[in-house]
């Protein structure tokens, strides 16, 4: 036996072979559950490791309600309906077959897909007592997880029940080793005092109603060693009680809010652990920018910050943020899911963009996604984005990723490109679309261009004007790019598919083209679409044709070194 090594560590080694295969966390895909079983009851040595393997993890409470004694609880089941993708509330419990008939022909006339699920109902048949925990204790230590989000479980009416139980624990926490949990509060809402326990690092906490949000401003005094937590509340009122408990986090890497007042957001700036940050839709108050004026070398907020998150929400309220942001180190912007009733403007876009460029280390930023969602407003007319506005992001020199839906379109130009692409060498993924089909004034001596300046580029898309090929210059001699694998082309104009597919295959000899149809699409867009599909279809080819002359080649120079 190696020296380093105990008999409890070769045990754990054991049962590390019951995980199931891969990558993929045990909180998606448990261990074996049956084999554990069975070993915790072979021997005395593999109870105990056997047994905290199989508790490690849970996503019901039905394990736990199970421990206790048979004359304790009892349980009835009814099936429950709920309807996908249904706005208003998600679950129905009609109370007769007549409710089922009328809500089912209701969902029907909408094409809703209804689907129904098994809930059970508490009973408690006599008072509880200290040695009633016994058993439940002996398992609840174990826990370190706890996922209460999927759908089904415990119904509305076992809530007093679930409650009377939690609170009747002999000992502060239902599960006092608990590290990790995840939770949609209702039913169980008055519940989450007893569940948490001190030793949880991260914590995810749906609400979809004020229910249960009297704990949330104490969170953070509970649960000191929190470095991750997620509280999303459907309910605009929630802001005090969110804002109240990140004003208390000292340790949080990892947060992810709706919206926030002035005092969290300012504890926020200062606070050195803070890492990641996902906001929903945040109102950032005046008080909060910081004027452009007062930024110097040695000013600093959210030094620490790398990743920088937002949902449903407007270029605006991000630009607002980002004016909150001094010398930030950030590395990675995603603006997704936004708010489709508000249309992106080429100016709001250079408003955000000179921001970035202002508040951001030059050195840091790695990637920037925005959209998709941010859609053109058929009432309204704007001006798409141009390379003025573009050049605000060209300081960024290491950025890797760059994917921007800019709903009017962009009108870039060869120079401009030719400025994009020496702005950002490290470049792996391009991609500039639009709703708006905005004649592109790219040529292909354009796109030819990200094979000299970026060599790690690996997905590309953009319009460009393909009519007119570039002539061959015999004293210029063309750079070859082997890296880039997909051009998506939109709507990019094309006359002669054959010497495009030419031009393109010399210059990127590895690269496919991938090409779309919206559902209304003009005649022309139409023609482009079957020409690009000719191209790739020719590409194809002349890979195929070097793949043969190199393998050809290998077998003679395999051949002649043989004799």
């Not at 326990?197 to 949000?213: D, E, H, K, N």
């Not at 094979?451 to 460009?464: D, V, W």
């Not at 991938?514 to 003009?522: G, H, M, Y």
Request: overall charge negative; proline content about 7%.
């Amino acid at each position: 036996m190696h020296r380093t090594l105990t008999i409890p560590d070769i045990v754990q080694l054991i049962f590390a072979e019951f995980r199931t295969t891969g990558s993929i966390p045990d909180d998606i895909h448990p261990p074996d559950l049956a084999a554990l079983a069975s070993l915790a009851r072979t021997c005395t040595m593999f109870r105990d490791p056997a047994l905290d393997l199989l508790w490690k993890y849970q996503d019901t409470t039905q394990n736990l309600i199970g421990c206790f004694p048979a004359d304790l609880i009892s349980e009835t089941q009814h099936e429950q309906l709920i309807v996908a993708n249904q706005e208003s509330d998600a679950e129905s419990d009609p109370s007769d077959a007549e409710d089922v008939e009328a809500e089912m022909g209701d969902i029907m006339s909408r094409n809703f897909n209804p689907f129904k699920f098994s809930v059970k109902t508490l009973h408690l048949l006599r008072p509880i007592t200290n040695e009633d925990w016994t058993r439940p204790l002996l398992y609840s230590h174990r826990v370190k997880t706890l996922n209460l989000l999927r759908v089904g479980g415990l119904g509305a009416a076992s809530a007093p029940v679930f409650f009377q139980i939690c609170s009747s624990v002999p000992e502060e926490h239902v599960f006092p080793n608990l590290e990790e949990c995840q939770i949609s509060p209702t039913p169980i809402a008055q519940c989450i005092q007893f569940l948490i326990s001190p030793r949880i690092r991260r914590i995810a906490l749906y609400f979809t109603s004020v229910q249960g949000l009297d704990i949330v401003p104490t969170l953070a005094e509970r649960c000191p060693l929190l470095t991750q937590a997620t509280i999303l509340v459907s309910n605009v009122s929630a802001v005090d009680s969110v804002s109240a408990f990140v004003r208390n986090l000292v340790r949080i890497k990892d947060l992810h809010v709706q919206n926030l007042d002035e005092r969290a957001f300012e504890h926020l700036r200062h606070l050195p652990t803070l890492t990641a940050l996902h906001l929903e839709d945040p109102v950032v108050p005046a008080e909060a920018l910081v004027p452009i004026d007062q930024i110097t070398s040695s000013s600093h907020s959210y030094s620490s910050l790398r990743f920088l998150h937002f949902g449903s929400t407007t270029v605006e309220r991000v630009t607002a943020f980002i004016n909150t942001i001094v010398n930030c180190p950030l590395e990675q912007l995603y603006i997704e899911d936004p708010d489709e009733s508000v249309s992106t403007t080429a100016d709001a876009s250079r408003r955000l963009y000179s921001s970035l460029a202002a508040r951001c280390t030059p050195s840091s930023l790695q990637e920037i996604k925005v959209g998709p969602g941010f859609r053109a407003d058929t009432d309204l007319i704007a001006d798409p984005v141009t390379g003025p506005t573009l050049r605000h992001l060209f300081c960024f020199q290491n950025l890797r990723a760059v994917y921007i839906d800019q709903p009017f379109g962009f009108d870039l130009t060869d120079v401009d490109i030719i400025d994009l692409a020496s702005s950002w060498p490290r470049l792996e993924l391009l991609s500039l679309s639009g709703t708006a089909h905005v004649p592109s004034r790219v040529t292909l001596h354009g796109l030819s261009v990200f094979a000299r300046y970026c060599p790690a580029l690996r997905c590309l898309q953009m319009s460009f004007d393909a009519s007119i090929i570039p002539a061959s210059n015999p004293s210029e001699s063309r750079p070859t790019q082997t890296t880039l694998a997909r051009i998506g082309v939109a709507h990019s104009a094309i006359r002669a598919p054959a010497a495009v597919a030419g031009f393109i295959s010399k210059i990127f000899p590895n690269a496919s083209v991938a090409t779309w149809l919206d559902v209304e699409v003009e005649a022309e867009h139409m023609e482009y679409h079957i020409r690009w599909s000719e191209v790739n279809r020719l590409l194809w080819e002349f890979s195929r044709g070097r793949r043969f002359v190199m393998t050809f080649v290998c077998v003679i120079i395999i051949t002649l070194c043989a004799e």
